[in-house]
């Protein structure tokens, strides 16, 4: 039905904002785990603290085009902000989770500044700095984040002051799945609002969104603390989950695997850091258990295999399968044009 510019991108986020059945599918697999897999919660709780990391990636990548190679900063300096408090101050996790949140998101203000600076290649050293300088700081600093130790002696309280956590990580999934799902509820109402229609436009082209009146700066900025707000909430989770933190969480490697998540499970679309982490960590466990050294190995050939095959290929196979069971047509593969 034709109208307006302003009527038509209004029906399109209305659209767009509509639940599809298989995202309740997905939500529904990831509560009903908790009893359905009483024996993996330990490591469906490190798969969905992963997912919200990666989310927290897509958001400045998938949407707004910012490429990062030091993400893991923000992951880090929550975790160490949210072992520190509990050690001392309080144990409390809400309190803990809600301050290290804010504490990352401040942290993102302050370099969103640093990254506004420059593009591309620019952006992929200043944010690698960002990383390196803090994961230098959490090794001198060795009174107050124990260093290449690790900070330990971190003890939570229960959660609602209800929640011991377990030995088999039940309450540690359950907390983590319940903040992970109300941090996806908020993302998911910002990538299909106005705002997050204007992040696109300036991903797409940057000029053009400028000269359209967009305050492109500003929104760069509003993004890229928003996503170290993430990073940072999913840095504490693992940290009060864990009730451990070390480099490792700082650590360059670990903005790698995330990245190659969301290259794993597709940017631009929220669903696609969660896909990507649930592939990645699921074959990190298989295979690490049947050739513990060389289980890297085998994942960068996967990922050799899936850029060769190309996404939209493989995703059209799927379709096809999948009409096919269904006794439907199959659809007609998608005809790119331009690189878009």
């Known amino acids: 039905m034709p109208g307006t510019p302003t009527e038509i991108a209004t029906r399109h986020l209305a659209e767009t904002s509509r639940w599809k059945p298989l995202e309740f599918a997905f939500w529904l697999v990831a509560f009903g785990a908790i009893w359905l897999l009483p024996s993996h919660h330990l490591i469906l709780n490190?798969?969905?603290?992963?997912?919200?990391?990666?989310?927290?990636?897509?958001?400045?990548?998938?949407?707004?085009?910012i490429a990062s190679l030091g993400h893991a900063a923000f992951f880090g300096f929550g975790a160490y902000f949210a072992g520190i408090f509990a050690?001392?101050?309080?144990?409390?996790?809400?309190?803990?989770?809600?301050?290290?949140?804010?504490?990352?998101?401040?942290l993102g203000f302050i370099t969103s500044f640093l990254v506004l600076r420059g593009v591309d290649l620019a952006r992929l050293m200043v944010t690698l700095g960002v990383a390196l300088v803090l994961g230098e700081i959490a090794n001198k600093m060795t009174w107050l984040t124990g260093g290449a130790d690790g900070l330990q002696g971190v003890m939570m309280g229960p959660v609602l002051g209800l929640f011991e956590f377990d030995l088999y990580g039940r309450?540690?999934?359950?907390?983590?799945?319940?903040?992970?799902f109300l941090l996806f509820l908020l993302a998911r109402r910002i990538v299909v609002s106005p705002f997050g229609l204007s992040l696109r436009t300036i991903r797409d082209n940057p000029l053009r969104a400028r000269a359209i009146g967009i305050?492109?700066?500003?929104?760069?900025?509003?993004?890229?603390?928003?996503?170290?707000?993430?990073?940072g909430a999913a840095g504490a989770l693992?940290?009060?989950?864990?009730?451990?933190?070390?480099?490792d969480v700082i650590a360059l490697h670990r903005s790698a695997d995330v990245l190659l998540m969301l290259v794993i499970g597709g940017t631009g679309y929220l669903y696609g850091g969660f896909a990507g982490a649930i592939v990645f960590k699921v074959l990190q466990d298989v295979i690490s258990n049947w050739t513990p050294q060389y289980w890297t190995f085998w994942i960068g050939l996967i990922l050799v295999i899936?850029?060769?095959?190309?996404?939209?290929?493989?995703?059209?196979?799927?379709?096809?399968?999948?009409a096919r069971l269904r006794g439907k047509p199959e659809p007609r593969p998608r005809t790119i044009v331009g690189g878009h």
Do not use: C, K
Request: hydrophobic share 55%.
């Open 238 to 247: 693992l940290a009060q989950t864990t009730q451990f933190v070390s480099l």
């Open 87 to 106: 050690i001392r101050v309080i144990g409390d996790p809400l309190t803990g989770l809600i301050l290290a949140t804010l504490a990352s998101g401040a």
């Open 46 to 65: 490190e798969i969905i603290i992963t997912a919200l990391f990666a989310m927290s990636l897509d958001l400045i990548l998938g949407y707004a085009g």
């Open 171 to 180: 309450t540690a999934y359950v907390y983590s799945l319940v903040v992970t």
């Open 215 to 231: 305050p492109v700066n500003r929104r760069l900025i509003a993004v890229y603390t928003l996503a170290a707000a993430y990073a």
């Open 306 to 322: 899936l850029v060769l095959i190309g996404r939209e290929r493989m995703n059209h196979r799927v379709a096809v399968l999948w």
